[in-house]
């Protein structure tokens, strides 16, 4: 199994920043993709940024582009989402997943392994 722990939610005002950080503990894999998704209340959970094992594929929702920034530290099992220049729409749950293998997609059905969420609210 793994764990995932997504840390870094909070109540931000429009136009702010924040940083989220997943980190991965357990059982581990060669090589894995790490994505973000969120899920707004009433919404589906919709992909917003993933990326490949040693980081030179990065893939964003259309919503996000220009905005958001996918990082990963494999040293520490980490995946960071820096989130600039938020909007109220950004408001949601945000959960971090894992895939194993090279591939980097956007469909949650192709991830194994979720993490808890974090909360992350842009108040207008």
């Known amino acids: 199994q793994v764990q995932l722990v997504e840390s870094g939610g909070s109540l931000v005002q429009a136009g702010g920043s924040l940083r989220l950080s997943c980190a991965a503990s357990g059982r581990t894999f060669s090589t894995y993709a790490m994505g973000w998704f969120r899920q707004a209340p009433g919404k589906l959970r919709e992909f917003v940024a993933a990326i490949s094992w040693r980081g030179t594929n990065t893939l964003y929702a259309d919503s996000v582009k220009g905005r958001f920034t996918i990082s990963r530290d494999n040293a520490k099992n980490t995946v960071y989402l820096q989130m600039n220049s938020l909007k109220p729409e950004d408001t949601a749950v945000y959960y971090c997943?894992?895939?194993?293998?090279?591939?980097?997609?956007?469909?949650?059905?192709?991830?194994?392994?979720w993490g808890q969420g974090t909360q992350v609210t842009v108040s207008s």
């Open positions: 997943a894992v895939r194993e293998g090279i591939l980097v997609p956007s469909n949650p059905a192709n991830y194994n392994y």
